[in-house]
Nanobody, 122 residues
Framework: QVQLVESGGGLVQPGGSLRLACAASGFTVSMYTMGWFRQAPGKEREFVAARSYGGRTYVTDSVKGRSTISRNNAKNTVYLQMNSLKPEDTAVYYC????????????????WGRGTLVTVSS
């Protein structure tokens, strides 16, 4: 069964760090572009970061320099390391997989995780 299961979210103070994990089953992450999206209450879902199956990474400007996407092929898991967190980073973060994710955005997503909540507050 194909699944993406996010973990690592929670409450963190501004300036703190979190490492989100996305454990995949039913497919091999190294053969897909893996991405992270987020959605804050009352706002549209937005792209955060992605890593192509060719190894190139993409990070949106709002988190550029503070976030890094990586993967561990042996564990079939993708990560999002987030540093210097700001209150505006508060959102539900979704893991996504799709071979055409970079080319056509979320229309290219084949598999979605259920999300993990990140709350940045003092």
């Amino acid at each position: 069964q194909v699944q993406l299961v996010e973990s690592g979210g929670g409450l963190v103070q501004p300036g703190g760090s979190l490492r989100l994990a996305c454990a995949a089953s039913g497919f091999t992450v190294s053969m897909y572009t893996m991405g992270w999206f987020r959605q804050a209450p009352g706002k549209e879902r937005e792209f955060v970061a992605a890593r192509s199956y060719g190894g190139r990474t993409y990070v949106t400007d709002s988190v550029k320099g503070r976030s890094t996407i990586s993967r561990n092929n042996a564990k079939n898991t993708v990560y999002l390391q987030m540093n210097s967190l700001k209150p505006e980073d508060t959102a539900v973060y979704y893991c996504a997989a799709g071979k055409r994710l970079i080319e056509i955005g979320d229309d290219g997503v084949e598999y979605w995780g259920r999300g993990t909540l990140v709350t940045v507050s003092s």
